[in-house]
């Protein structure tokens, strides 16, 4: 059930992170399917298989080491940079802005980071595209996290000790549930980010996480109205 939140639980709030990918965007943004095209595209094309067999792999090293990138440095050694440059080469003109979501951002007190498992150019030219960028103070990428991808308990210890963010002062959004387990053990509020109507339009069954559902405070399917909800309850006022 997609919950409004309550105020009492984020009035403490002075750190808002939130992921970016099917998160701060929505699901039915045609943005993330060209990342995950250009991926199978990039697996293939290192190992000459069919698309297929490109594909299935790619899941698999996602599933095990949390990023096909992590996956593919593990096992082939490959240039992390060449990936992200390639696999990010994609139309972002499909993204549409929004600016609802950037007055309700722009508005909570305290700071804003972007946390992401995708690199800096990318976070970057994505929170533009939907009109958000200047509202965030920091931008914490793979290449910040040496390459070591959520949801590793060491890549949220370096992110808060970088930016001095105390867990329970922080909040975060997440459209993965397995990527709020960590949060949740540092004392975070943590808010899972669903697809409208809870019905993914690509992703697989394997990226759901009814195992970590304990680790959820709050879920919604509305991001720009939940955070508009938080800031009209005059949260920090």
Avoid: C
């Avoid at 701060?24 to 199978?40: A, C, E, G, R, W």
């Avoid at 970088?162 to 329970?168: E, P, R, S």
């Avoid at 993965?176 to 808010?191: C, D, E, F, H, Q």
């Amino acid at each position: 059930m997609t919950m409004l939140p309550d105020p009492a639980r984020f009035a403490h709030v002075t750190d808002w992170v939130f992921d970016l990918d099917n998160t701060l965007y929505p699901h039915h943004s045609n943005l993330f399917s060209q990342i995950d095209v250009k991926m199978t595209a990039y697996v293939g094309e290192l190992l000459a298989l069919p698309r297929d067999e490109a594909r299935k792999l790619q899941k698999e090293l996602y599933r095990e080491y949390g990023t096909t990138l992590n996956g593919l440095m593990t096992r082939h050694g490959i240039d992390p940079d060449d990936f992200l440059e390639k696999v990010h080469d994609i139309d972002y003109s499909w993204l549409v802005p929004d600016p609802v979501l950037g007055t309700a951002i722009r508005q909570l007190p305290g700071r804003k980071f972007i946390f992401t498992n995708g690199d800096r150019r990318h976070a970057e030219r994505t929170a533009r595209q939907l009109g958000i960028l200047d509202h965030f103070d920091d931008i914490f990428d793979i290449v910040a996290a040496g390459l070591n991808p959520k949801p590793a308990r060491q890549t949220y210890e370096k992110f808060a000790e970088l930016h001095a963010v105390t867990g329970h002062n922080a909040v975060m959004f997440e459209d993965l549930a397995r990527n709020l387990s960590v949060p949740k053990s540092l004392g975070m509020t943590t808010v899972l980010v669903v697809p409208r109507n809870f019905e993914p339009t690509f992703s697989e069954i394997w990226e759901r996480d009814p195992a970590n559902e304990d680790d959820v405070d709050f879920v919604t399917d509305d991001l720009a109205g939940f955070l508009t909800a938080i800031v009209e309850e005059g949260v920090g006022n």
